[in-house]
């Protein structure tokens, strides 16, 4: 019989703390996005599937299953489809939530202003610093968002 007085605390505090970490490990979400200009999404895992609607070049997906081939996603809205794997890679994008979203010269709200995002805009993750993503925007501008602005990775 397993009795834990007889492990040496060193060896205890490791499996609390394992019994923690593997729970929020396993919970980690997936994220991929979209290859190409035009990236079908689907009402069910196959072609023959009819197409709920299209995405763009590096629009974020959060990955919810697997079969064959075929991805289950959802996007920022909650909305739900198919998607053919080869079709979405693992680089980092973020897609706007609010209306508007300022793109600062520093992750700071007192940095300047150097251009505007607006809701449903794809950006292109550059770095993350605390609660800020540098990010592009797909005409070149480069700057800083607030992570509560943007849905993504």
């Known amino acids: 019989m397993f009795d834990a007085r007889r492990l040496p605390a060193f060896l205890l505090a490791i499996l609390v703390l394992l019994s923690f970490a593997l729970p929020l490990a396993a919970q980690a ?7 190409r200009d035009e ?9 023959r599937y009819e197409t709920a609607w299209v995405v763009s070049r590096g629009y974020p997906l959060e990955v919810l299953a697997r079969r064959g081939a075929w991805l289950r996603v ?4 909650n909305d ?21 979203a300022n793109l600062r010269s520093t992750p700071s709200t007192r940095g300047r202003i150097v251009g505007k995002a607006r809701y449903g805009e794809v950006l292109r993750t550059l770095q993350r610093r605390g609660e800020w993503v540098k990010v592009r925007l797909a005409r070149g501008t480069t700057g800083w ?3 509560r602005l943007l849905w993504g990775w």
Do not use: C
């Open 29 to 35: 979400r997936q994220m991929v996005s979209a290859v």
């Open 39 to 47: 990236v079908n999404l689907r009402s069910g895992p196959g072609s």
């Open 74 to 77: 959802r996007d920022f809205e």
């Open 80 to 100: 739900r489809a198919w998607v053919l794997s080869s079709r979405t890679k693992r680089t980092p994008h973020h897609i706007v939530t609010a209306s508007v």
């Open 145 to 147: 968002v607030a992570r």
